[in-house]
């Protein structure tokens, strides 16, 4: 069973993605998903679009810093759509997230698995974790749910 927090990471992924492949706003993009999905515990449906706005508000930079990890010779606009989606939530609950670090990127990489082939999961973490370090990025607080 998922934990309220990775289905509410998993749903702002969601949700990123709608925004990225359609002529959505973000306000849009969230009243289609949850017009489409039901609503969801209180909890669940906060904590989503918190990930959700703070993502869509950082997406930009989110972007370019992917770009600056990618290998050589590699493109953003290589990437799927859904890993475009997984980094720039990923990014955003890294930067401004106040759960444990390994939690959040456990979850991002297993949210990747589940949509993704090894490869593109592989990928996620390694990005992830190159960000992570550089910017000295560690938490060790208990999560909550």
């Given at each position: 069973?998922?934990?309220k927090?990775l289905?509410s990471r998993?749903?702002a992924v969601?949700?990123?993605?709608?925004?990225?492949?359609?002529?959505a706003?973000s306000?849009?993009a969230?009243?289609?998903?949850w017009f489409?999905?039901?609503?969801d515990?209180?909890?669940?449906?906060?904590f989503?679009?918190?990930?959700?706005h703070k993502?869509?508000?950082?997406?930009s930079?989110?972007d370019?810093?992917v770009?600056?990890?990618?290998?050589?010779?590699?493109s953003?606009?290589?990437l799927?759509?859904?890993?475009?989606a997984?980094?720039?939530?990923a990014?955003a609950?890294l930067?401004?997230?106040d759960?444990?670090?390994?939690a959040?990127?456990d979850?991002?990489?297993?949210?990747?698995?589940?949509?993704m082939?090894?490869k593109?999961a592989?990928l996620?973490?390694?990005?992830?974790?190159?960000i992570?370090s550089?910017?000295?990025i560690?938490?060790d607080?208990v999560?909550?749910?």
């Amino acid at each position: 069973m998922k934990t309220k927090r990775l289905l509410s990471r998993e749903y702002a992924v969601q949700m990123m993605y709608h925004v990225s492949v359609g002529d959505a706003s973000s306000d849009e993009a969230l009243h289609f998903f949850w017009f489409s999905h039901g609503e969801d515990e209180k909890f669940v449906k906060d904590f989503a679009e918190d990930l959700f706005h703070k993502a869509y508000r950082n997406m930009s930079y989110n972007d370019e810093l992917v770009r600056k990890y990618l290998k050589k010779g590699w493109s953003y606009d290589r990437l799927g759509e859904v890993e475009k989606a997984v980094f720039r939530v990923a990014l955003a609950e890294l930067f401004e997230g106040d759960a444990p670090v390994y939690a959040i990127l456990d979850d991002y990489v297993s949210i990747a698995s589940s949509y993704m082939d090894e490869k593109s999961a592989s990928l996620v973490n390694g990005i992830l974790d190159k960000i992570k370090s550089e910017f000295d990025i560690d938490r060790d607080r208990v999560q909550r749910d």
